[in-house]
């Protein structure tokens, strides 16, 4: 199997090794761009949310949890999945579908599941991992494991009933989840403003039943304190935290490629986001800081690369699930 990265996790912010964390967002964003390099092959039978330009709040969040502690997921689900500590070879298996796949070439891209680093799956349903995620946190609750549970979701999903549902629930049982919106301003190409009422999707709760924040999903250092004050919460046993991560995302809703020839959205929006690119805010930092130089950023991308071209290797190469074992993994007795 592939390299498998360990989250990071230390009693405080300033303890994280910043340089290792901008290593994973490299890391997740490289692999997103050859996705979108290959994807056009058409050997990649599932469809791909890419989540390029949002690699800040996967690694900002998950550096502060251990590996037991648990991910649910959406179907933008790749950078999750590899910050959490997954698998890559596995994962690029997964996307072609292929029987070595993290999903056993069952799930393809939107369905993405490792119990051995705790990323307990990803759904296609807008909103489907809110209430799963919930329950997980729920079960930790009343085993007393000292889990907790991170639920990344999307702006769509805050369309959707079941999150507020959720959220009171959680609220009412102190449940150590950390609720993640990730608002990149679409659902699929329709804009915030044509379905929410206020500026932004930020909720507001008592303080004491739950800890709500809202940070620039484009800076790690940001993101990174708010999930650490999460975190924090949730093992002392004081309930829930909402935070809401303003990112964009650089491509269309699914597949490869640029998608303004739609119409929805302006070629001037994007590259304003594209300017604001959260690896390279981070990059700057860590240069100022005297710790990062073009030729350790040039080293860790060749490391990068060869890791992502094995993966691919080995993914063509094996086999897809047989016809005759199309019933296994249906059901668990």
Not at 44 to 58: F, S, Y
Not at 204 to 228: F, I, R, Y
Not at 293 to 303: C, D, L, V, Y
Request: proline letters at 5%; glycine letters at 10%.
């Amino acid at each position: 199997m592939g390299k498998v990265d360990e989250p990071v996790r230390t009693g405080t912010t300033g303890g994280l090794d910043h340089l290792e964390l901008f290593r994973r967002m490299l890391r997740i964003r490289r692999y997103q761009l050859r996705i979108e390099t290959e994807y056009h092959e058409d050997q990649m039978k599932t469809p791909v949310h890419l989540c390029l330009g949002q690699e800040a709040v996967a690694v900002g969040v998950t550096a502060v949890l251990t590996r037991e502690d648990y991910v649910v997921s959406n179907h933008r689900s790749h950078g999750h999945y590899l910050a959490k500590g997954g698998d890559l070879e596995a994962l690029t298996a997964e996307l072609f579908n292929r029987e070595t796949g993290c999903s056993k070439g069952r799930g393809g891209s939107m369905h993405v599941v490792d119990p051995k680093v705790s990323h307990l799956g990803s759904s296609s349903i807008v909103g489907g991992g809110i209430p799963i995620g919930t329950g997980h946190a729920l079960a930790s609750r009343m085993k007393g494991d000292g889990r907790i549970t991170a639920v990344f979701f999307g702006d769509g999903a805050a369309d959707e009933g079941v999150l507020y549902e959720s959220v009171n629930f959680a609220m009412l049982r102190r449940l150590p989840v950390i609720y993640v919106l990730e608002n990149n301003q679409y659902s699929v190409c329709s804009p915030i403003a044509r379905r929410q009422a206020g500026p932004s999707l930020f909720h507001q709760a008592p303080s004491d039943k739950l800890l709500t924040a809202q940070v620039d999903g484009n800076k790690l250092l940001d993101v990174l304190a708010a999930a650490e004050k999460a975190a924090d919460r949730a093992r002392r046993g004081e309930g829930p935290s909402f935070i809401e991560c303003v990112t964009y995302r650089w491509r269309g809703h699914a597949g490869a490629g640029s998608d303004v020839h739609l119409g929805y959205r302006p070629v001037e929006e994007i590259q304003c986001a594209i300017d604001h690119c959260p690896v390279a805010e981070l990059a700057q930092r860590l240069e100022a800081e005297g710790r990062l130089t073009p030729s350790i950023q040039a080293a860790m991308e060749q490391e990068i690369d060869r890791e992502i071209d094995q993966a691919f290797l080995l993914a063509k190469a094996a086999p897809l699930p047989r016809p005759e074992d199309l019933g296994l993994y249906l059901y668990k007795e």
